[in-house]
């Protein structure tokens, strides 16, 4: 059977497997616009079964849309921490903002409305107002690419300009203008749970008699892939600078990388330099204080983008007696106790230095 000799067979099953399998994430108990737009700019890089944990703490912190355009940055950030990329995070407070000014506290039913919103583009758009406001826009994730890939057999990959042309045409064509909010989200679904990006479950598909890819044996190599970007390495160090029980952290500035979230100082390991030297040198250049009596903590490594960071962590404490830093590479400073540590967001290697100080028992009782 090909795949659009029967559009109605494949929307009649697919969306009767979606009936008897969807899964029940929590936004989808009412489809609230808030909601909605809070689990997709979530779910952008990261796995379900963590967007649905981090969903119901924030909504539990923030319920509202004016909860949000209420509260610090800092609050929404700490809410954030360990989803990365925390520029979303601050355009979903502006946007919070924006829309108590703008729009009454609520998210506009109009697609070109939502696209002029900070943080939204067009396909978080298209899905809000897919599955917020059940409107016929089709809506293209991985998922969807993915099947869509495989049911047309098609041999670009799905970047590629012709690629995307074809899913655009036949995304609108499938899309029951009845269900859309359904449908999208049967899509997405069946990506997600039975066509896979590996070992898919090709025997449990409901749509497998339009899978032209099943018919060609050709599932496991659609999508065509695309050449693989090739991880770049930056080693860095930082310092754990110790004064009387109490820790120095310091606030990035908010245009750069991780603007916002606390730190503590350190940054990248030159040519010819050891961890510790760099350390002791950035430390420095930060701060202006001189370090003493540095002992090797621990190594973690986290990922941004393109780059794999590998980061070491040295215990250390002040040469001098004063404890106010000039501040180079930072908007403001704290020393804070042990206790009060998990109030502050940091960027994922310095929190993997946290949790690791922590499980060592290290933050009760400091060396």
Wanted: aromatic share 10%.
């Amino acid at each position: 059977m090909e795949p659009m000799d029967s559009i109605p067979f494949f929307r009649t099953e697919l969306l009767a497997w979606f009936c008897r399998h969807q899964r029940k994430l929590p936004w989808r108990k009412g489809y609230h616009p808030y909601h909605v737009w809070i689990s997709e700019i979530m779910g952008q890089q990261t796995q379900m079964e963590r967007v649905v944990a981090y969903f119901d703490n924030w909504i539990a912190r923030f319920p509202d849309i004016g909860s949000v355009a209420a509260a610090s940055e800092q609050s929404i950030f700490k809410a954030w921490e360990g989803l990365g990329y925390y520029s979303r995070a601050r355009n979903i407070r502006r946007t919070a903002s924006l829309l108590v000014r703008e729009y009454d506290a609520e998210l506009p039913g109009d697609y070109d409305a939502l696209l002029k919103l900070p943080g939204i583009g067009p396909y978080t758009a298209a899905a809000i107002m897919s599955i917020a406001f059940n409107k016929p826009i089709p809506v293209l994730d991985a998922n969807v690419e993915r099947v869509l890939c495989r049911v047309l057999d098609l041999n670009l990959p799905v970047k590629h300009k012709v690629t995307r042309r074809q899913l655009h045409q036949v995304s609108n064509v499938l899309l029951p203008e009845a269900e859309p909010r359904n449908f999208n989200q049967a899509m997405m679904e069946l990506g997600a749970l039975v066509c896979k990006p590996k070992s898919p479950a090709c025997r449990r598909c409901p749509v497998r008699k339009c899978c032209r890819a099943l018919a060609a044996n050709t599932v496991e190599r659609r999508p065509v892939p695309a050449g693989k970007q090739k991880k770049i390495d930056i080693v860095m160090a930082c310092g754990i600078i110790i004064h009387e029980n109490r820790l120095y952290i310091q606030q990035r500035l908010a245009d750069d990388v991780w603007g916002g979230l606390w730190e503590f100082p350190g940054g990248r390991i030159k040519e010819g330099e050891t961890p510790e030297q760099a350390a002791v040198r950035e430390i420095r250049e930060e701060t202006e204080f001189t370090v003493t009596g540095l002992d090797y903590f621990a190594a973690v490594t986290h990922y941004y983008t393109k780059y794999r960071v590998t980061l070491h962590s040295f215990f250390c404490r002040l040469q001098e007696s004063g404890t106010t830093p000039v501040l180079h590479a930072a908007s403001q400073f704290k020393w804070v106790n042990w206790s009060d540590i998990d109030t502050f967001a940091f960027p994922s290697g310095h929190r993997k230095l946290i949790k690791k100080m922590a499980a060592e028992r290290l933050l009760a009782s400091p060396s």
